[in-house]
């Protein structure tokens, strides 16, 4: 049979866990997940405009706005800080 190796004397611990960088992590997940979802709703209804309401102006228009409003979101969010 196989030997066991030796056990080693000193066991390292991990390093301890930085929450604060971890809740940092997840709350930008969090804010893109939402931002996701806006800007996929903006490019469904933009799509049934486009598609079934034959109105490729409105159309445009709100696929115009996704950039529009990431672009005001990020300077606002400038701003606050």
């Known amino acids: 049979m196989a030997k066991k190796p030796a056990a080693a ?3 390292e611990l991990p390093p301890a866990m930085d929450y604060a960088q971890h809740e940092a992590t997840y709350a930008g997940f969090i804010t893109f997940v939402k931002w996701g979802i806006v800007a ?23 696929l115009l706005a996704i950039p529009v409003l990431i672009i005001g979101v990020m300077v606002m969010g400038s701003r606050r800080s």
Do not use: N
């Not at 996929?40 to 709100?62: D, K, R, W």
């Open 40 to 62: 996929m709703v903006f490019v469904v209804l933009s799509l049934y405009a486009f598609i079934e309401a034959h109105q490729p102006i409105i159309g445009a228009l709100l």
């Open 9 to 11: 004397a000193t066991h």
